[in-house]
């Protein structure tokens, strides 16, 4: 159980909504990058392979691949300096860690198309049964 006050000091600091992404999916995280007294916000695309944490302490973990070379970035989910995160891409993975695409090249580090994405915003209504037709007479 954490301690209320240290709960009650770290919700003022967390995201109204946080983004909503998936182990596995293609994601551009758009991050501000600060240079002297300019600002800039830079993409940086790529497969999510992990999430760990929770709270003000969740961080995501993004892997993709530049000059034939791995590049992983890790991201905490409730950063300010996050100013979006657009989900490109669903995949339908089994595990909750992917660190075995750290190994794969090429075309085998391609994952399934998971379902596509619907907007949360209303419930799925379930779906309505015909009427069964009344059963023949003998």
Not at 58 to 64: A, C, E, K, N, S
Not at 103 to 113: N, P, Q
């Amino acid at each position: 159980m954490r301690n209320a006050l240290l709960s009650h000091v770290e919700s003022k600091h967390l995201l109204a909504k946080p983004p909503q992404f998936a182990i596995g999916d293609l994601v551009d995280v758009h991050c501000r990058i600060v240079e002297g007294d300019k600002e800039r916000i830079q993409v940086f695309s790529g497969t999510v392979i992990s999430r760990k944490g929770a709270g003000i302490s969740g961080t995501f973990t993004v892997r993709r691949i530049v000059n034939n070379e791995g590049v992983e970035r890790i991201f905490p989910v409730h950063s300010p300096k996050i100013e979006k995160l657009e989900v490109r891409r669903k995949s339908k993975i089994r595990r909750a860690k992917l660190y075995y695409l750290r190994d794969l090249t090429g075309k085998a580090t391609r994952l399934k198309e998971g379902a596509p994405m619907v907007p949360s915003d209303k419930p799925a209504e379930a779906p309505v049964a015909a009427p069964a037709a009344p059963a023949p007479q003998a």
